[in-house]
């Protein structure tokens, strides 16, 4: 069994964009600019926007954090979005997500200027992803790529089975892993919470997917010998022993599953990181149009 290191993978990216951002700004060019827009004091929404701001620093790019009050009107953000949609410096912008009830979160992603759209969530850059278009790829499936290609894992012809359907994460790494490109040519199965015989399922994938939020819910018995899983889910339990005062799990039994694997991502570790890597390497990519 071998691990799918997020760190190694996610390093090795940012080392590379840290150097294509030097050249870029020697040769006179505007650095990167990502605007991250975090709307109230949800814990995990401001660990990750921390880490993401944080990262564009290491990296070399230029970041804007816009904060807002959770009680803030859906306007203010829309016309928050509007003006950074034509502010030439700023090249990615990203609503870090669950908005408050109030909000529609539908509404907002669909403000983004697409050429902005870092996250990869419009409808125009996912029916370009579709179509197998240049666009940017929503960050999340875009990681499990960059990992699955890393470690030079065969796909082509592979079942691939996918749990969970939402437009962040699992029904884009199906759509991905269809494509006639690599990584992708699998033929994917993809499984939701009305999904029958799941375990069934599970036991033909050659590789699965496992992005839920139900921690540890894919257990030994589901998976067969040399499997490649990749787990995506980050669930925060209580645990009065860590400093932070929870522990995160993944959607994967690491302990069970592992030994049957081929390859598995771990949680922390895995696809977390790959997520902040793909975002940077969109917002790279965004800075290029202008160039
Ligand atoms: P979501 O709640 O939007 O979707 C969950 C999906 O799982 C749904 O489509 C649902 O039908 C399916 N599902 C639920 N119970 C099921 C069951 N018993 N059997 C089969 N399918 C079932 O979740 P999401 O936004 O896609 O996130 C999934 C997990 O991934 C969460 O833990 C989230 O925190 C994590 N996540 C991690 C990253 C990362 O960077 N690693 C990024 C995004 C989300």
Do not use: W
Not at 57 to 70: A, M, P, Q
Not at 91 to 109: A, T, Y
Not at 161 to 183: A, D, K, Q, W
């Amino acid at each position: 069994m071998q691990i799918l290191d997020g760190k190694i993978v996610s390093q090795a990216v940012k080392e590379s964009l840290k150097q294509k951002t030097k050249e870029l700004i020697q040769s006179g060019k505007k650095t990167p600019h990502l605007a991250a827009i975090l709307v109230g004091n949800n814990g995990a929404s401001e660990t990750y926007v921390a880490s993401k701001v944080k990262n564009c620093e290491e990296i070399g790019f230029k970041s804007t954090l816009i904060r807002f009050e959770s009680t803030v009107d859906e306007q203010m953000i829309m016309d928050a979005i509007r003006k950074l949609n034509t502010d030439d410096d700023v090249d990615g912008i990203l609503v870090q997500l669950p908005l408050p009830k109030h909000i529609s979160e539908e509404k907002i992603i669909n403000l983004i200027n697409p050429d902005k759209d870092v996250d990869g969530f419009h409808p125009v850059n996912i029916g370009k992803m579709i179509q197998g278009l240049p666009t940017f790829l929503p960050a999340t499936p875009y990681g499990i790529l960059l990992m699955l290609e890393h470690y030079k894992i065969e796909t082509k012809g592979k079942h691939a089975v996918v749990i969970g359907r939402s437009n962040i994460v699992g029904r884009p790494i199906s759509i991905l892993l269809s494509r006639n490109t690599y990584p992708g040519n699998c033929t994917v199965t993809i499984c939701h919470s009305h999904t029958h015989n799941l375990k069934e399922i599970c036991l033909q994938g050659d590789i699965i997917v496992a992005a839920l939020g139900k921690p540890e819910f894919l257990t030994a018995d589901m998976v067969k010998e040399n499997a490649v899983v990749v787990d995506v889910g980050i669930t925060r339990i209580p645990d009065a022993s860590k400093k932070s005062g929870f522990a995160i799990k993944g959607d994967v039994d690491f302990a069970n599953v592992s030994p049957k694997c081929s390859y598995i991502t771990p949680v922390p570790g895995g696809v977390g990181m790959m997520t902040i890597a793909a975002l940077l390497m969109n917002t790279f990519a965004a800075s290029q149009l202008k160039n």
